[in-house]
């Protein structure tokens, strides 16, 4: 084949990933034009192979990519399940689309790659334009794909349950915090008995309106005397996301608006993870508070 000179775009790399896909049409791609044909028609470079095969490894692999959860686990024992894998898998990921969005960018990605290789094993017949490394926004996480809202009265209960999830986990919250009942008061809003200030928090919605998580502090009173983050929670099966940093973040911005000069936490067990977050958001170690539990005696050290 004589040399011909082809600009790749990521125009083109999306033709040949749709290529590679198709397994009802034999396409390959015309070095003069960039776009697809039908193998037939000519002097056309053929495709790189794709099949059943191929797909099944991504999509094992982008499972090993998703936090333990619930639903990942769902999907290992599709993968496992040896019947129907592939239409199987899609459906499950249609009832999360936030997880169906980081798979689909998971596999053009892969498959890009792929093609990208194939088109350096063309290099001597065509002259390419390198398009350098995956475009920055691929490693965005789909946070778009959920909303927040305010914590009202009519979230009491679920805020209940959450809050003593996050208890049993030692997640993020505030000591005192911890053995008080969550009210709601005459304007429907969200107190503890014990405080003097209100509660302001966050909840996070998925694109079907689901309730997913939530972030919670107690003002101390007025503005200026201080808040306490009473939790920061979410579902298991949506962890890993950026989701609880999200709504500790976005309930910071809210407070910093209304004067709070100071902000406190306590964090343990699960909620150890948000430290990374507390120290880029400027919050310092005041204490160290230690445990001992008789039955951590029978644990290797």
């Not at 689909?104 to 001597?124: D, N, V």
Request: with cysteine; glycine share 10%.
């Amino acid at each position: 084949m004589e040399e011909k000179r082809l600009m790749v775009t990521e125009g083109m790399l999306e033709r040949v990933v749709y290529g590679m896909e198709n397994q009802r049409e034999s396409l390959a791609l015309d070095p003069l034009s960039g776009e697809l044909r039908h193998e037939k028609d000519g002097d056309l470079i053929p495709l790189p192979p794709w099949g059943p095969t191929d797909g099944y490894r991504l999509m094992d692999q982008f499972v090993l990519t998703l936090p333990p959860s619930p639903f990942r686990h769902r999907l290992e024992d599709i993968l496992h399940s040896g019947t129907g894998v592939f239409r199987r898998f899609k459906n499950a990921l249609v009832e999360r689309p936030e997880i169906e969005k980081l798979w689909r960018r998971f596999k053009f990605r892969e498959m890009r790659k792929s093609a990208l290789s194939w088109f350096a094993r063309w290099s001597e017949a065509l002259v390419l334009e390198s398009l350098g490394p995956e475009p920055e926004e691929w490693d965005e996480l789909p946070l778009a794909d959920f909303s927040l809202q305010p914590l009202v009265g009519g979230d009491l209960p679920l805020l209940q349950e959450w809050r003593g999830e996050a208890l049993r986990a030692q997640g993020v919250g505030c000591q005192e915090m911890d053995e008080q009942i969550l009210e709601i008061n005459e304007s429907g809003d969200l107190f503890l008995p014990s405080s003097q200030g209100r509660c302001l928090g966050l909840k996070a919605e998925n694109a079907s309106g689901e309730a997913v998580g939530c972030a919670l502090l107690v003002m101390d009173g007025a503005p200026s005397y201080g808040a306490c983050f009473d939790m920061v929670y979410v579902l298991p099966e949506f962890r890993g996301l950026g989701l609880g940093k999200l709504l500790a973040t976005s309930l910071l911005d809210q407070v910093q608006e209304q004067g709070v000069r100071s902000l406190r936490c306590r964090t343990g067990g699960e909620g150890r993870h948000f430290e990374s977050w507390l120290e880029a958001h400027g919050f310092q170690i005041r204490s160290v508070q230690w445990q001992w539990n008789a039955e951590d005696l029978s644990r290797d050290v």
